[in-house]
């Protein structure tokens, strides 16, 4: 590999470790993530002039989404990051304007790294194709997941609150919440 690529490296590593709290496996794999796929959708300017044609979809909701964010700028709160946390280190990255689409995710027989720090040179200098599988993908999109102002606002029949953008249940004539719905939520209600 050329030494542009390790400056490169070393500085988002070093950008993505400062958001993060510090360098460890995942951000340093997150960083190589995150170069992969830009370079793969043709994204060279993710916080600049492309930070409009860009969205993020993460498996996991660990280090490598840290280092994600804070290279590429997208957010939930933009709705330019989708978190679907599987519990897969993957990462899809979908250019908006292009709609071309990879999917990167860390190879299952590549031995899992210390996170002592020692295995960031290894991640520096591995090919990509050591470390990632990638896919070229489709990611459909409903008009309610794209950056923008909310579509559509209900209240949920049974509790009364807002629900956007078409994450409402119609269940017997009413318009109800995901919770509510199947009542899977995250919490319970204490009395």
């Known amino acids: 590999m050329e030494s542009r690529f390790f400056g490169e490296y070393a500085a988002l590593v070093a950008e993505a470790g400062a958001f993060h709290g510090d360098i ?32 993020v979809f993460v498996e996991i909701d660990r280090c490598p989404t840290d280092a994600i964010m804070a290279l590429t700028g997208c957010t939930p709160g933009k709705r330019t ?7 897969k280190m993957a990462a899809t990255f979908l250019n908006l304007e292009s709609g071309k689409a990879v999917r990167v995710a860390i190879r299952a027989d590549r031995p899992p790294a210390p996170d002592d720090g020692s295995a ?32 559509r606002r209900v209240l949920c029949a049974c509790c009364g609150e807002g629900v956007m953008d078409g994450r409402e249940v119609e269940c017997r004539g009413d318009l109800l919440c995901k919770p509510c719905f199947d009542m899977t939520g995250y919490y319970r209600i204490v009395a």
């Open 24 to 55: 460890c496996a995942g951000v340093a794999l997150g960083t190589r993530m995150t170069m992969s796929g830009l370079r793969r959708i043709g994204i060279t300017d993710p916080k600049g002039a492309d930070q409009k044609k860009l969205m």
């Open 120 to 151: 960031q040179p290894d991640f520096a200098g591995a090919a990509e194709e050591e470390l990632f599988r990638i896919t070229d993908v489709e990611v459909p999109l409903h008009p309610g997941d794209l950056p923008g102002k909310p579509l």
């Open 81 to 87: 990051m989708k978190i679907h946390d599987y519990g």
